[in-house]
């Protein structure tokens, strides 16, 4: 493998961070930097743990261990991945992931890689759509939708229908039964707590089928008042957990004091949902005598947030070329490029020529020939360090692409040069020219000048004596 392409990342499972464990009784820090040439991608200690890439290779980690994706190289191909390493000699359970067997099945799932060799504990997967460090497209995809305004809704709840409280229910003497109310904007449920757990359900009967991503509810609760969300489903109940849990929470019970917004992931739940339920009680303050009050203004269900789970959805899609497409999330972008790039996306297939002339360590230089404004993608982890220039003029308009990778709208043109910089790293460099240098000169008055020597050594003299 590295001998044909040393330069092709290799994405490793199951995804084991800085610390190993294995079935054959090593435990310690991770050997896979010091057994591959390549660059490696792990969900930490790899190449990218604590980059801009970092949040993208979890959620690709997550999602394919959840099995929602079929397209894994298409996925990988945002983060340059030409090779994928699955180690059976992990200790999974140590890490507690799913067994090598298990990722095996979700590997054969994959339409877009094949396996081509097999070295003892390791199998190795080729990613069979085209990786580049560098593209170039004419468009670009913005996912929309954010968990206070999502986009593509299925259904939107006000609360003002069908909701019903249930009785109340304690670990100790029967309490008395909450109230709901109604005011303009929102459904109010009071609930009294006498100093044990106490809770009551606010539920509502309905019917829909499996497949929508998300239900996201606006909700609000005074001290120490939590909900909790379950689905009744044809198939049983469905407790579920929320993406964005608040910072005061017991298993999966939420105070929403400051934060009004909890997203759930529902694209898991197999068969039709029945009734939704929600929990008030006082899980958080069993002690707690006084009133409970949980406030419910509107129920979402959606299929985009606009978060990485919905890009990695979104570039397994049939329509999507890696190497022609570029994707992008309105979060990475300010308002003002959000308007300029919307108006790029375009119907033609075709890419600008793109040929790179040179690649060194701060700096790449493209030859280029486009029709049409486009997007240059580089495929390096996000920095506002890089620059990019079209023949030595001013600095492109630079934002995220693809997840995590380097982007630039290019307005220009025609024929033209384009040279991408690393403005840290070339100052970094400088600094140690100018420290080498600084240090040649002193060695050489030391040499060629015995009175500036002896004055150097005067002067060290006396520093060391007078510190």
Known sequence: ?????????????P??????????????????????????ITSSGGQYSSSSASDLINSVYDEFYANHTTRLGKVLSLLGVSYIILDQSVDTQFYNLPPPQTTLSLLRNQSDIEQIGVFGDLILYRN?????????????SMIDGTPTNPASVV??????NGWQLGPSFSNGVVPANGSVTLDSQQLVVTLPANGQYVFAELYKNVDFAPGIKYLIVDAHTTNPTSIALTLNTLRGEVPLYAENPPDRTVLNHYRLANQSYLVYRIDDVSSNVTRIRFAISNKLDTSYSGTLTAEFSTLFL??????????IGFVQQSSFDPAADTVTLPTFLDSSLVKILSTMNSSTSQSPDLTVRKIESTSVTIEARASNPFVLAYFTSFDESFSARVDGGSPALHFRVDGFANGWLIENTGAFTIQIDFATQRAFLIGIGVTFATIGFIVGLVLFDTSAGSRIRSALTRRWRNP
Do not use: C
């Not at 069979?128 to 670009?140: D, F, H, L, T």
């Not at 959606?302 to 890009?311: H, P, W």
């Open 1 to 13: 493998m590295s001998n044909n392409n040393s330069v092709g990342r290799i994405f490793m499972l």
């Open 15 to 40: 995804h084991t961070g800085i610390y190993m464990a294995t079935l054959w009784g090593y435990q310690g820090g991770n050997v896979y930097p010091y057994l591959f040439a390549n660059p490696l």
């Open 128 to 140: 069979m759509e085209q990786v580049s460090v560098i593209k170039g497209a004419y468009g670009i």
């Open 155 to 160: 259904n939107v709840d006000d609360f003002r």
């Open 302 to 311: 959606a299929n985009q947030i606009g978060d990485l789970s919905d890009m």
